[in-house]
């Protein structure tokens, strides 16, 4: 089995044009708000050239740390799980997730403002036009306060394979995996039967990680050990269990 592991970052020469592209963008942005401070909605329209700029520089710069190892990951412990004997492998905030929360909160209260400076200052329009859009970055804010859009964590108990990340439940019987194998920064853990995974929204469908049927990908990303090490405690605990021999129903 190929198990690619190669993946592309910006080399030095994009990197160079990232960065300018983003400082150039919001000091053009700086410079149409100053020209705009005596006119409020034209002075909150021209921030947007601010708000894309910055953006531009956050999103590089966690991409770009994101792809490098993570220092201080947080070991694996055994604990309970649901009424089971667990190891738990916690998953580690990701630069690049944080550099998502700081996009999502600029947007969400760039919308939010230009709703109120509309309402004010134009129309009673643009805080109907802006309403969803603020709603809609903010949201993952606040669900990740509440615990239900978070980075998750991974159990493996002596049945089965439990993978909770960014909304998403996901869970599989040890008897029921037929092979898995990293794959990027994930692990892919394949079934004998697509149906024997089952699955569960922690967040509203809107904001919730993306549910494909029959597929169980877990993130591996910030998880000690990385997608070889789970890959490979997958398979074994899969062996394992599909190897025990069987009762029979009329006694040991």
Same mark, same amino acid.
């Given at each position: 089995m190929v198990q690619l592991r190669e993946f592309q970052t910006p080399g030095p020469v994009l990197t160079v044009v990232g960065l300018i592209t983003g400082v150039g963008v919001t000091g053009i942005g700086i410079g149409l708000v &100053? /020209?705009?401070? +005596? +006119?409020p909605f034209a002075a909150v329209w021209s921030s947007l050239?601010? $708000?894309?700029? $910055?953006?531009?520089l956050i999103s590089y710069v966690g991409l770009i740390l994101g792809k490098r190892p993570q220092p201080g990951l947080r070991p694996p412990r055994d604990t309970t799980f649901e009424n @089971?004997? =667990? /190891?738990? $492998?916690?998953r580690s905030a990701n630069p690049a997730a944080v550099a998502g929360n700081i996009v999502y909160a600029l947007l969400g209260g760039w919308f939010l403002f230009m709703g109120v400076v509309g309402a004010v200052e134009d129309s009673w329009l643009w805080p109907v036009l802006a309403a969803f859009p603020a709603a809609y970055f903010l949201g993952f804010l606040v669900l990740r306060v509440a615990g239900r859009f978070r980075s998750g964590s991974v159990w493996l108990t002596e049945t089965r394979i %439990? +993978? @909770?990340?960014?909304?998403?439940r996901r869970e599989i019987e040890l008897t029921?995996?037929?092979? &898995?194998? +990293?794959?990027?920064d994930?692990? /892919? %853990?394949e079934p004998e039967d697509p149906s024997s995974i089952r699955y569960k929204r922690l967040a509203p469908r809107l904001w919730c990680a993306r549910l494909v049927p029959g597929e169980m990908l877990i993130q591996a990303n910030g998880l000690k050990g990385g997608p070889e090490g789970l890959a =490979? @405690?997958?398979r074994e /605990? &899969?062996? =394992?269990?599909?190897? @025990?021999?069987k009762r029979r129903w009329w006694g040991p």
């Amino acid at each position: 089995m190929v198990q690619l592991r190669e993946f592309q970052t910006p080399g030095p020469v994009l990197t160079v044009v990232g960065l300018i592209t983003g400082v150039g963008v919001t000091g053009i942005g700086i410079g149409l708000v &100053a /020209r705009n401070y +005596d +006119d409020p909605f034209a002075a909150v329209w021209s921030s947007l050239f601010v $708000l894309g700029g $910055l953006i531009c520089l956050i999103s590089y710069v966690g991409l770009i740390l994101g792809k490098r190892p993570q220092p201080g990951l947080r070991p694996p412990r055994d604990t309970t799980f649901e009424n @089971e004997q =667990a /190891r738990y $492998l916690p998953r580690s905030a990701n630069p690049a997730a944080v550099a998502g929360n700081i996009v999502y909160a600029l947007l969400g209260g760039w919308f939010l403002f230009m709703g109120v400076v509309g309402a004010v200052e134009d129309s009673w329009l643009w805080p109907v036009l802006a309403a969803f859009p603020a709603a809609y970055f903010l949201g993952f804010l606040v669900l990740r306060v509440a615990g239900r859009f978070r980075s998750g964590s991974v159990w493996l108990t002596e049945t089965r394979i %439990v +993978d @909770e990340h960014l909304g998403l439940r996901r869970e599989i019987e040890l008897t029921n995996v037929k092979t &898995a194998y +990293d794959l990027f920064d994930a692990v /892919r %853990v394949e079934p004998e039967d697509p149906s024997s995974i089952r699955y569960k929204r922690l967040a509203p469908r809107l904001w919730c990680a993306r549910l494909v049927p029959g597929e169980m990908l877990i993130q591996a990303n910030g998880l000690k050990g990385g997608p070889e090490g789970l890959a =490979a @405690e997958v398979r074994e /605990r &899969a062996v =394992a269990a599909q190897s @025990e021999p069987k009762r029979r129903w009329w006694g040991p």
